[in-house]
């Protein structure tokens, strides 16, 4: 079955930095891979999501980036602010209906000001 | 619109005891997905339900827990006989039929003692 990895699992940054997420998965078959931000005790709520026919995809400060060949996704957050410290999950799975997210283990992002 | 509502937010059971866990899906949505949550980690696939059917369960850890949505809309979780390593967060998420997005509830924290 599918597996993901994520890194690194915590990330201090200075307001107004940047922050870069790294994730990878196994199963070939993947073709959707959202990010959901968790903040404490909330419900994991949807940020960005890409599917493999796109490499990138932006949204203001946050960008997806996709390497079908190596199996890799990455979130990019520019200019950080306080409030967006939170958990960060990246996810993949079949984008057809029924087939659950495989998480990873998540990166807690800190931002300092 | 409502979001994806989850209760008892907070659950406390005794070792042995039986817990019943609700979940109400956005209105509309015919996928429903339960997932559990330990502390620190991402959230892991349970089980799956489009419509009232339960098309995966291949997630759920022991017999133990059952789920049902048996009109196609609310589903509960229930979990017998709980055990302390049942202690985690438990969220429910919604999807359309069509659109890869889930939306997540709030979840319920389960203790068990």
């Known amino acids: 079955g599918e597996n993901v990895e994520q890194h690194p699992s915590t990330l201090s940054v200075q307001e107004g930095d940047s922050a870069v997420i790294k994730c990878t998965y196994s199963d070939s078959a993947s073709n959707y891979f959202p990010w959901y931000k968790q903040e404490l005790g909330k419900r994991p709520q949807l940020i960005i999501d890409i599917r493999s026919n796109v490499g990138e995809k932006k949204d203001q400060r946050i960008a997806v980036t996709l390497n079908k060949t190596a199996k890799h996704f990455s979130l990019h957050i520019t200019e950080t602010q306080p409030e967006d410290s939170a958990v960060y999950f990246c996810a993949a799975s079949i984008k057809e209906a029924g087939t659950a997210l495989i998480f990873g283990k998540g990166t807690t992002l800190s931002v300092s000001s | 619109g409502a979001g994806v509502s989850q209760s008892p937010r907070y659950k406390v059971a005794k070792r042995g005891q039986d817990v019943a866990l609700r979940c109400d899906p956005i209105?509309?949505?015919?996928?429903l997905f339960w997932y559990q949550q330990a502390l620190g980690q991402g959230p892991e696939f349970l089980t799956y339900?489009?419509?009232?059917?339960?098309?995966?369960k291949s997630g759920l850890p022991s017999d133990r827990f059952f789920a049902e949505r048996p009109e196609g809309s609310v589903s509960t979780l229930k979990i017998q006989r709980t055990q302390q390593e049942d202690s985690a967060v438990y969220l429910c998420a919604s999807r359309t039929g069509i659109q890869e997005t889930q939306y997540f509830g709030p979840g319920t924290r389960l203790l068990v003692l």
């Open positions: 209105s509309g949505h015919v996928s």
């Open positions: 339900f489009q419509n009232e059917a339960q098309l995966d």
